[in-house]
């Protein structure tokens, strides 16, 4: 079949596929070496900035996105937490980042990484193109990939670039190109989801709380002085209808409830959705021309908050490895990507689907597992080698 005549054809280093904060972040990091990277995404850009994300960001991710001049916004906006709660048995226990591992991290929302790149991106005049539709991506196989696409206005486009980068997100098909006999898919399912909520109500504490209790897990988050961000274990076919402020906040109290008499300060819900999750990895994360970035090569339960930082790592490794692509050393150098980017997310996957056992309940959990799991958040919390290691994994690995 002959293809379509599109209206522009650019020539550019490298065509992103995807304009979350990977995505962007990629762009942004070759564009300040002087090579053009331009994205698309289906998605508006009033739609991504209004999806509501983790919020958790290592420092050395935050000190990337001020270094590299993305935008200082998260050290005037974003708030440094130094250690975070654990509770369990009704009872606090402070995780100290700080004394323990000489670390913190930062609770700034992935909306507003999004909100910062988007921004650097238009600042620096960076090409990203939202809302486009009929993404086609071709020729990965070969060193002339091309990605067509339609644009809001309705005209069609293509990009000819020497490298693809799909950064396409956990639901993304550029993944897909990689032919099925070449790669192999991990993953596992859990039996649970989380019931997010945005309340309107101030702070219930100074820091994250991640409770266990005999109801099940919940999180105790954050976003602004008025607005707090909270979830809670629930069934993954549970239906948001069901659910009104009231049996959200007595649901959320029982997880939370003990001899301190802790409770949180309630408020209006004014969002909830029910957020499905799974761990997932795909190999190779490089095919041909295409290479696959962040949710789009894998995806971590949101529960040791290691998405997004995950995906940072990715592109600061991809974006040094096209460099030296696209220079002298040509092609060769593409060999080092997955092996730098792979180690991290195996490291992840591990924490974060750890994370998730520790701190949630198993429909079909027999009494022994039940009191293995105390056991195990007893060992966790009382013992230093046991804080260490959560502190040590919470705020994350240097980039080698
Ligand atoms: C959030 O603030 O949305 C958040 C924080 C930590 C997590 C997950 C989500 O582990």
């Known amino acids: 079949m002959p293809e379509s005549v599109v209206d522009t054809v ?11 904060p990977a995505g962007l972040m990629l762009a942004h990091l070759l564009g300040r070496a002087g090579v053009e990277a331009v994205a698309v995404d289906l998605r508006t850009r009033e739609e991504i900035a209004a999806t509501h994300r983790a919020g958790i960001l290592e420092a050395g991710a935050a000190r990337d996105l001020v270094e590299t001049g993305v935008s200082d916004r998260v050290l005037r906006e974003g708030h440094e937490h130094e250690g975070t709660e654990l509770r369990f048995g009704g009872r606090p226990h402070r995780i100290d980042f700080r004394a323990l591992v000489g670390a913190s991290v930062w609770l700034y929302p992935q909306t507003e990484v999004f909100v910062d790149l988007a921004d650097a991106r238009e600042r620096d005049g960076g090409a990203v193109h939202f809302g486009v539709r009929d993404t086609e991506v071709l020729d990965v196989d070969t060193a002339a990939p091309r990605v067509r696409y339609t644009a809001a206005d309705g005209t069609r486009h293509e990009i000819r670039a020497r490298y693809v980068v799909g950064a396409d997100g956990s639901r993304g098909t550029c993944r897909n190109l990689v032919p099925e006999r070449l790669r192999t898919r991990y993953g596992t399912e859990y039996p649970f989801a989380w019931f997010g909520v945005l309340a309107q109500a101030p702070a219930s504490a100074p820091e994250l709380v991640y409770a266990h209790s005999a109801h099940g897990f919940a999180l105790i988050s954050r976003r602004t002085a008025d607005v707090q961000r909270m979830y809670f274990q629930c069934d993954p076919h549970e239906r948001t209808e069901d659910w009104s402020d009231e049996r959200i906040w007595e649901t959320l109290q029982a997880r939370v409830a003990g001899e301190d008499g802790f409770r949180l300060v309630e408020g209006p819900v004014l969002e909830r959705a029910v957020l499905r999750f799974r761990s997932f990895v795909q190999e190779p994360m490089r095919w041909g021309s295409l290479l696959l970035a962040g949710d789009a090569a894998h995806t971590v339960p949101p529960t040791g908050a ?4 995950l995906a940072l790592h990715d592109v600061k490794v991809l974006a040094a490895v096209l460099l030296r692509a696209l220079g ?6 593409l060999a080092d990507y997955q092996p730098q980017a792979l180690r991290r997310v195996w490291r992840a996957q591990h924490f974060s689907s750890w994370m998730t056992r520790l701190l949630h309940n198993t429909p079909d959990a027999t009494p022994f597992d039940h009191h293995r799991q105390l056991g ?6 009382n013992t230093r080698a046991g804080r260490t290691y959560l502190a040590e994994q919470y705020t994350g690995w240097p980039t080698p």
């Open 10 to 20: 650019t020539e550019v280093p490298v065509a992103v596929v995807g304009a979350g």
């Open 306 to 309: 290691r998405g997004l930082n």
């Open 328 to 333: 002298p050393e040509g092609e060769p150098a």
């Open 376 to 381: 195990e958040l007893d060992t966790l919390v």
